[in-house]
């Protein structure tokens, strides 16, 4: 039976950690803000963001929460993010996607300042991940790096498939696996004989997006499966990428749906929002 990577525990750490940190921040006169806009009514979206202002809350960040109309004109919602850009009491910026279809969501990620772009979606943050030279992490991948750190399983070296290609999940996820030295293999929706790649995989990512699409013979005996997938089946059933149960008979260690990716990801939006406190801080003193 494999071992749980339980991103729920391990993200309740983080933020125990990031507490303690944004309580000396305050004493130095540094209050981390985060901005989260939100247009429209999507029920999963609105979800998300009452965690990220929970886990504001829990954490002692100032969370200023924008729930915009689905009739919000593009224009509109450049406006308000240039109006933040400009506001020190907010240090990072986030507008959580999808925005409604009549809204350029690239225009809305370029319109947000690098230096609070804590989602790091903007080209500049992109260019710097693929650089290694890099302030902001994407949040969901870097959730997945503090998942396997945790396993213990060094990334030097091993076989690591990512499966998926989304600027989201996939093509950041291949590039950390990277920088730590992984030979990594991007798979997509057009890849031949997907399953022969993921059987070589010492390290599994799967970002799909298609329910249990993984089945427990594409997995290596020993494998690290991290699974990022959230799928609604249900009202009340969320299931990830993976096949759990198949899944965890044949690899070492595996994330469980929920409770695995989806908590390290507000921790480490979190740990980005800090992050960019101190910088914008330090740029305010300039
Ligand atoms: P996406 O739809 O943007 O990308 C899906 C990727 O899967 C694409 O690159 C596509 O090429 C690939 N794909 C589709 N069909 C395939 C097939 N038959 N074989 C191989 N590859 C195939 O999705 P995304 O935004 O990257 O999200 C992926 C999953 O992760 C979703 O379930 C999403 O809900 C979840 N997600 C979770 C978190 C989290 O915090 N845990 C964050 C973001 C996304």
Redo the contacts with the bound molecule.
């Keep these: 039976m494999a071992i749980l990577l339980k991103g729920k525990e391990v993200s309740t750490r983080i933020k125990d950690e990031l507490k303690n940190e944004v309580a000396a921040l305050k004493e130095k006169g540094i209050h981390p803000g985060l901005a989260v806009i939100l247009v429209g009514e999507d029920p999963a979206s609105q979800v998300y963001v009452r965690n990220k202002k929970l886990a504001c809350e829990y954490v002692g960040i100032n969370s200023f929460e924008y729930l915009l109309p689905e009739s919000t004109t593009q224009e509109e919602l450049i406006e308000l993010i240039e109006k933040l850009n400009k506001d020190d009491t907010v240090s990072g910026i986030l507008c959580q996607l999808p925005v409604p279809k009549h809204i350029d969501e690239e225009a809305v990620i370029n319109a947000i300042a690098p230096n609070k772009d804590v989602d790091a979606f903007h080209p500049v943050n992109v260019g710097k991940i693929m650089t290694g030279n890099f302030d902001f992490v994407p ?2 991948p870097a ?1 997945v790096m503090e998942l396997i750190d945790e396993s213990g399983i060094d990334v030097k070296g091993k076989e690591c498939v990512v ?8 093509k950041p996820m291949a590039m950390l696996l990277l920088h730590r030295h992984g030979t990594v293999t991007i ?5 031949a004989d ?1 399953a022969e790649k993921t059987k070589n995989a010492d390290i599994l990512v799967a ?4 329910p249990e ?1 993984i089945k427990g013979d594409m997995i290596k005996p020993g494998a690290v499966v991290i699974d ?4 609604r089946i249900a009202p009340k059933k969320l299931v ?2 993976v096949e759990f149960e198949a899944a965890e008979k044949v690899a070492a260690a595996i994330t469980p749906v929920p409770g ?3 908590p ?3 921790a480490m939006l979190m740990k980005n929002t800090l992050k960019a406190a101190e910088i914008n801080h330090t740029k305010q003193e300039q």
């Design positions: 949040c969901t959730g499966v998926g290609r989304s600027n989201i999940v996939g798979c997509h929706s057009r890849t997907l970002a799909v997006g298609i699409f990022v997938g959230i799928n990830g990428d695995g990716v989806g390290m990801t507000i």
